[in-house]
């Protein structure tokens, strides 16, 4: 298998997770450049990689030793830069969300078919044990009908985090709060299991936290094109930390994940998860422990590259998500139902 060259533009927090996702592939993927416009974390990223370092997104994008730029700036510049590696032939891959703009996420889209270059938006939480398994009983229609998907994002930020980069808690960069930033891993879920939703009403507020434009807790209520009904809360002041959930209810079984893990699942057959059995692939391979979702989905992308297909998770897939936060935000601004 060819080798995938890697670049990275922003060196904050989750790259280091890119970086080591990266770094467990030899056999197909290598990094080669990094880019941030804040002088220190630029240096501290070169000095530990070894690898080329860029001060503008605009000099990493003209390296012609990359195939593909993974964007983990901001996510109100996702489009941006995503949108600079595709124009300037790279493959692009954002972090979530996609953007927090529905037209620049269309003009992603865009701007991928246009270049002949693959788009993918991380999601990582997909690869979870609990999240397959719960998608192949999905898939073997051992829930009978879907009838009620529950999602609910239970995570605790300190004040300080909100603090902590002028970015987060702002409109303008974070794009949003508790759904936009933590809850769209369990939006995308939610969408993954029970397809694509129709209306949305919700309500939300920042009650938690101070000097935060966005809100820190939202709950909404969905339709589902199926008929099938939702239930969706993201909040960041559940403390100390609950992590997500979602529950699937179907005429014939339920289930429910907790961040990776499969809770409780039975099923009219006589189908039953036993709580005891190990579920960690992280546990079978420690090297991946902590970034093995990450591994998993970047696996898949730089497979697909040598492949020319589309990864598993689309930008279709990413572009849902972001559609699905924007409307229960509009729901809790305007208090009317919002339809998709
Ligand atoms: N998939 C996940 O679970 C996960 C987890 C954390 C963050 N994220 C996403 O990753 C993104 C980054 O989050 P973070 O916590 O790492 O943020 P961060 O603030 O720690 O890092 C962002 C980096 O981008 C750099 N940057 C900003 N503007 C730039 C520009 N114009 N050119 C080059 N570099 C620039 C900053 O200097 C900073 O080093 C967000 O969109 C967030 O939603 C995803």
């Given at each position: ?57 605009a ?46 996420a269309?003009?992603m ?52 985090y ?16 508790a759904l ?20 949305v ?19 909404a209520?969905i ?88 990864p598993e ?28």
């Amino acid at each position: 298998m060819s080798i995938i060259r890697y670049g990275i533009i922003g060196c904050g927090i989750i790259h280091e997770t890119h970086l080591k996702a990266i770094a467990a592939l030899p056999e197909c993927a290598k990094l080669v450049a990094v880019c941030d416009n804040n002088p220190e974390a630029l240096r501290k990223t070169v000095e530990k990689t070894g690898v080329k370092g860029y001060a503008s997104a605009a000099e990493l994008v003209a390296d012609p030793d990359i195939d593909v730029i993974t964007v983990c700036t901001p996510s109100g510049l996702h489009a941006d830069h995503a949108i600079m590696a595709l124009n300037a032939g790279k493959h692009a891959i954002s972090e979530k969300p996609m953007d927090i703009d529905l037209s620049k996420a269309d003009e992603m889209i865009a701007a991928s078919k246009r270049n002949n270059r693959l788009l993918a938006v991380i999601s990582q939480t997909r690869y979870g044990d609990g999240a397959q398994q719960l998608h192949k009983w999905i898939d073997a229609g051992k829930f009978g009908r879907l009838i009620h998907g529950n999602a609910r994002l239970f995570y605790y930020r300190s004040q300080e985090y909100y603090d902590s980069a002028g970015w987060r808690g702002t409109w303008a960069m974070d794009g949003g709060g508790a759904l936009m930033n933590q809850g769209v891993h369990y939006v995308d879920q939610l969408i993954w299991a029970m397809g694509l939703p129709k209306t949305v009403y919700a309500l939300a507020g920042c009650l938690g936290h101070e000097r935060v434009e966005v809100e820190d807790t939202v709950s909404a209520t969905i339709e589902f094109e199926s008929g099938a009904i939702g239930s969706l809360t993201a909040t960041t002041c559940a403390y100390p930390n609950r992590g997500g959930l979602l529950d699937v209810l179907g005429a014939t079984g339920s289930a429910q994940i907790r961040d990776a893990k499969l809770v409780y699942a039975d099923f009219a057959d006589g189908t039953r998860f036993d709580p005891t059995a190990d579920q960690g692939t992280a546990a079978l391979d420690p090297r991946l422990g902590g970034f093995v979702e990450h591994y998993t989905q970047l696996r898949d992308i730089t497979q697909a590259i040598v492949d020319g297909r589309q990864p598993e998770i689309t930008m279709q897939d990413g572009r849902n998500a972001l559609q699905l936060v924007l409307a229960v935000y509009e729901s809790a601004r305007t208090g009317r139902v919002v339809t998709l």
